[in-house]
């Protein structure tokens, strides 16, 4: 059986839910849980950046379940950030300059 126990800070100024890392971790195991394996994603959402944040989710999440990337996945992890995006928008007043970047 594996376990884990995630911590996590913001950084010094910002308040917690200006956290835009993400981590994701999947175990999967076959037949034997000898040949079992352990997948761990870490993605540094890029602070000057919208919604980073949604971004490292989709990829930390994408790696763990999926064990690598392909370029043909992008335009469906893409959408996914689309949808993201427009949820978080959804719950909050944006500023003007975000605004602008989503019409």
Not at 26 to 40: D, F, I, K
Request: proline share 5%; charged share 20%; aromatic share 12%.
């Amino acid at each position: 059986m594996f376990s884990h126990h995630t911590f996590w800070l913001p950084k010094r100024g910002s308040r917690d839910d200006e956290y835009e890392d993400a981590h994701a971790i999947s175990y999967a195991h076959t037949s034997s849980p000898a040949n079992g394996h352990l997948r761990c994603a870490v993605a540094d959402g890029a602070t000057e950046a919208s919604f980073s944040g949604v971004w490292a989710e989709i990829l930390a999440q994408h790696y763990a379940q999926t064990g690598g990337f392909d370029a043909s996945a992008l335009p469906a992890l893409g959408e996914q950030w689309l949808n993201g995006v427009m949820a978080q928008a959804a719950d909050k007043p944006l500023p003007w300059y975000v605004e602008e970047k989503l019409s």
